[in-house]
């Protein structure tokens, strides 16, 4: 896992934080749909395709050479996975030291094709365990039992995975062959693994109450369970992976969108925080909801907003944001007539990569510039506690100044420190565990590629850390069963 560190609150850095260069109008900003163009964010109006691929521990022995015996490539647990469990993959009845390359491939709901592979050697045995033996090359090197999965790299330039459909798996055909790429030799064994989004027994419910759009996902089992609402950033849509693999965890989680779907508003213009108030009210109102109060979870522009409905609403206990600002981002925020205009920006600082990736993170003007005190969220006047997950390699802003300045102000105001947790060599973009690290992705109103930074192998695993992390803050603030401890194979 990588080393995070816990922050301490020294003198506030001047800094800045992510701005979208977007096409500004009378309407609020507009979206580029350029043609093909996969959102950065998550877009789940197009339901995904129906996957029929079996899975199976061993899905299929290929014919052994004369004389030779039969190699099996198996996955265990057997049998569809959630997708943020991990798995153990082992090929047996290779020869003693027999050099093997093992390839993974995935094709997305919109037929996307991601691949990764590694090289390694049989043991003395005839066994190549993942969980025991380190790649020798390939997408990743080292010990990396769920390398496969998180190393997948998409064929196309700049193209995220992402769940559209959480009601269909995903199919990850998985093929030992003999020998090194890249003149490895005869296929010795494959199989699929299915890696699902709905855990057994959560239930998905579509949700059209009021102006109220999201979707709930609620744990199986009877009685109450703590309720949740997940916001993800400027990509707009309705985002639900995040919340159903969380609803496996004991939590009622509520998807809320908030512009780009259905009958919300197409682009991203003056938010209004009474929307938030009703999806508050409709899952406190909810009989497999248990109150009195319920906790938040936000990424990116989501993160400010759940900062927001932290700082002025009533019944938040608990809010966790990722890489996110502390003053309101991108459009003015509203609320009884109360205004919070958006923090200022410099286009000019707008910088391109060596690859021609965006790379914006210093457009944001400093927060703790006069020019800027009103676009500040007042985070003392919240009720609960704050935890704030910072990637320190955030390219879209500076996620760690900003948890050192929200810091500073609730110990000036008397308030407890919140719980901060940086992951060095850690991207903007952060996701349940073994998703590939996004460190570039076309973004969904840009439609342009933008670098999200990142090293992938240290991201993945903070990505694990992460989602423990989570829940294990949820569980202690808001109740419910104890989070799993996962096997770290």
Request: aromatic share 8%; proline share 10%; net charge neutral.
């Amino acid at each position: 896992m990588p080393k995070a560190r816990p922050l301490t609150c020294p003198a506030p850095r001047p800094g800045s934080a992510w701005f979208l260069p977007l096409q500004s109008t009378g309407r609020g900003i507009r979206r580029p749909k350029p043609p093909g163009h996969q959102p950065g964010d998550s877009d789940t109006r197009r339901p995904g395709r129906h996957l029929t691929a079996p899975a199976h521990a061993a899905l299929s022995r290929l014919p052994a050479p004369e004389g030779g015996m039969s190699v099996t490539l198996s996955v265990d647990p057997a049998g569809p996975r959630s997708w943020d469990e991990p798995v153990r993959i082992a090929v047996r009845g290779l020869a003693p030291g027999q050099p093997v390359t093992l390839r993974a491939s995935l094709r997305d709901e919109k037929g996307a094709r991601f691949r990764a592979h590694a090289r390694y050697r049989a043991d003395a045995g005839g066994e190549l365990d993942l969980a025991r033996a380190p790649a020798l090359g390939g997408s990743f090197a080292g010990l990396e039992p769920m390398g496969l999965l998180w190393a997948l790299e998409a064929e196309r330039p700049s193209w995220r995975l992402l769940k559209r459909d959480v009601r269909t798996p995903f199919a990850v055909e998985l093929e030992a062959l003999d020998g090194h790429e890249p003149d490895a030799g005869r296929p010795l064994a494959r199989a699929v693994l299915e890696r699902r989004f709905l855990p057994p027994g959560v239930r998905r419910v579509p949700v059209r109450a009021g102006r109220v759009r999201a979707t709930l996902f609620l744990p199986p089992g009877e009685g109450c369970f703590p309720g949740i609402i997940d916001l993800f950033g400027s990509g707009g849509g309705l985002c639900e992976y995040r919340a159903s693999l969380l609803a496996g965890h004991g939590f009622a989680v509520l998807a809320l969108a908030y512009f780009r779907f259905e009958d919300l508003p197409e682009y991203l213009s003056d938010l209004h925080l009474e929307y938030f108030e009703e999806a508050v009210g409709f899952l406190l109102q909810h009989p497999k909801v248990k109150g009195p109060s319920v906790g938040l979870l936000g990424f990116s522009k989501g993160g400010d907003l759940c900062l927001s409905m932290a700082s002025f609403l009533k019944n938040i206990t608990a809010t966790v944001v990722i890489n996110a600002c502390v003053a309101n981002t991108i459009v003015p925020l509203h609320y009884k007539g109360m205004v919070i205009p958006c923090i200022n920006t410099d286009l000019t600082k707008q910088k391109i990569t060596e690859e021609g990736l965006l790379d914006l993170v210093d457009i944001w003007d400093d927060p703790l510039e006069e020019s800027n005190h009103q676009s500040l969220i007042p985070l003392e006047k919240a009720q609960g506690p704050f935890l704030f997950i910072v990637g320190m390699d955030d390219h879209n802003w500076k996620s760690e100044v900003y948890a050192h300045i929200a810091c500073e102000r609730l110990e000036a105001h008397g308030k407890d420190r919140p719980q901060i947790i940086c992951y060095p060599k850690t991207g903007h973009c952060i996701d349940p565990p073994y998703f590939p690290p996004s460190t570039a992705s076309v973004h969904a109103l840009l439609g342009e590629a933008v670098f999200y930074g990142g090293e992938p192998r240290t991201h993945s695993r903070a990505q694990v850390d992460i989602w423990q992390q989570i829940q294990t803050f949820f569980q202690k603030y808001l109740g419910g069963k104890e989070p799993i401890k996962h096997s770290k194979i």
